[in-house]
């Protein structure tokens, strides 16, 4: 008979801090604006990076941001339906650069930037 321990292996839920994070936000605003994104499955997320420079990677270079930490991020997003904190996510659509041969045309109707999908 073999018995197997999982003593050291963690709850796959168990949330651990991510210390402060590079939040973005929305420019252009007099207040501060955090930015929502959604899931690939459409769930409202808040995002954060734990750096600049990964935030800059995913969104792009001049990116607006604020320091935050996790704790004070979720407390802002949860009340407007945002129970989800996604930390270091990659852009998982490129931007369309041409049309293939053969499509339509017609302009695509661009998501706005605020619910861009996120992984």
Known sequence: MC???YEDDPEPEERVPAGPL?????????????????????ARTAVGFTSADRLAAA?????????LSESALRAMAEPIGASLVTVDPTLTAPAVTGTPAGAATAPVPRAPESVARIV
Request: charged content about 15%; glycine content about 12%.
């Open 3 to 5: 018995l197997f321990q």
């Open 59 to 67: 969104l792009g270079a001049g990116h607006h941001w604020i320091r």
């Open 22 to 42: 590079y939040v973005p936000v929305l420019p252009g605003r007099s207040e501060v604006v955090v930015r929502l994104f959604r899931t690939p499955l459409g």
